[in-house]
């Protein structure tokens, strides 16, 4: 697959004589714009019409407003919340722990995944009981973990912490061990060795692999936070939705919900432009697959 | 699974060349070397009892069946691997820059770095300044024709440049001696033509001591001044040959009937151990 580095200098002849190449180029960066914009569209049209789909059955009384409040009211409510401040605060008190939980969790877990990568006795003693303690559904530890510290913050983040940690661990290590060999052994032909192999090979190697375990642990600490938050916290949004359910109103609920949604779709979001800046060398935009037979003709 | 220690410097490594009084400078020599790799089950013999002398300034091929060990012959050559018996020597090092430049078949090029910063590599691992190793590399890049390419990734480019950017690397590098792994295998007819000319062209500016390793006949004797034979594993020498064309060399030489006659005369020597190869494997 050859590639132009630089697009192609466009007209460069003077304005009077029709470029035919530059034509050709012109239209398909047009059609490329096109379809990427009908794209974009497409992805917002969806919810927007299954949220005006729950609106109408609302207001024609198909469904119980009671249990399902339509969007606009969930929407008033979402305002409401946030000019009294109850929404901001239990957002922020959401996104602290999250964050916290999430940073520290990807710093260890990426930390041991290299670690046990470059040194064989270190993963031969943790890689199997890890591989256990991954599959422990990690709420299942709450108790302990509320046994030994309490109802404090410390478990909230922790168990979140735990969570991100095992994703990104078995990543890591994952991505170490899928170096192929031969990119090593060029490394150390042209005299890179230690921490310089570390450096410019295995940390660029694996990063794609890092980042896979970041995207995933994105919509797991979401959920830890949330879970968490259900049955060992007295704030946050978590707190927000369980609680909407036990005095029953439905309104807090729904906007606990898509508050919760949202978190998780803005966390994803900054792993994938962080990931987009610092993995300049993936290739992003494949061929287009298309099911027509033939290219549409240029023009 | 690697670990960092992967590349500990040979004893042998720091001990001069033999230097003859009288003879050529020898390069690289290789005495009675013979390497098992082992396993679990069943260790194979890769090389046995090979003995090779390469001259410093010489282009010599290494021809062989798949499988034959030539390439781990290169290999133990440039230190790669160690010989499980016998004794090799390489050039003694006398700066940053390795004895060794290697160019590999495929994966080679770093697919994070840039063509310019896969060229300099080399260099920047030697210590050389952001200037000097990209000024160097710019040169290189000029020659092998990639200079608009500086600046791309290697997935934005085809297979022939991705091999240029290789052999650009190991020039730039400035190594006294190259060891080349099936450098155009991977290549298209038409691409490795190209490649092999300009392979020539650069050999006959720097005259630097070239080990390549080919299962191509006609690219043996096109790029090579000395054939080395190799028979099917465990990889033995079978014959030495001396190819009698002179430099500066064209592809022209291909169509003269002596090119024909050893191309003949090489395969009758090589079918045997093909076949051999071809029924153990």
Redesign the interface.
Known sequence: ???M?KPAPVSARSDSTPDPMAAALESERKRTRRLTRRYALLALATPTVLLLVWQALGSLGITDTRIFPPPSDIARYAVDMTASGQLPEAVGITVARLMVGYVAGAIVGIAMGLVMG?W?PLQAAFDPLFSALYALPKISILPILLLIFGFTETPRVLLVMIGVFFILQINTLAGI?Q????????????????????R??VL??V?PSVFTGLRVSAGMAVTIITSVEFVAADNGVGFLIWNSWQIFQPGPMYVGMASVALLGAILTALVLGLERIL?????VSGRRFTLRRRPRPAA | ???????KPRADETTSAGVGADGPDIAYSARDVSKVFYAPDRSVTALDGVSLDVEAGSFTCIVGPSGCGKSTLLRIL?G?EQATIGQVTAPERKS?V?V???V?Q????????TVLENVA??LR??GFSREERNATARTWLEYVGLS??A????????GG?KQRTAIA?AFA?GSPCLLMDEPLGALDAQTRRLMQEQLIELWERERKTVVLVTHAIEEALLLGDRIILMSARPGQIKEDIKVPFDHPRNIDIESTPEFADMKHNIWESLRDEVQKSVVFS
Not at chain 1, 279 to 283: H, Q, T, V
Not at chain 2, 1 to 7: F, G, V
Not at chain 2, 106 to 113: A, N
Request: no cysteine; proline share 8%.
């Open positions: 697959m050859t590639t580095s470059v064989k061990r170096i192929d060999p031969r990119v090593l052994e060029a490394a150390t032909a042209y005299g890179a060795t230690g921490w310089r192999l570390f410019y090979v660029p190697a990063l993995i300049p060398w993936r290739s | 699974m690697y670990s960092l220690d992967a590349r440039g790669l940053a390795p060794s430049a290697f590999f495929e994966h080679g090029v770093f697919p994070w770095f590599f080399g691992m030697a608009e390419f600046n791309s990734y290697p997935h934005q480019l085809s440049m690397r590098t």
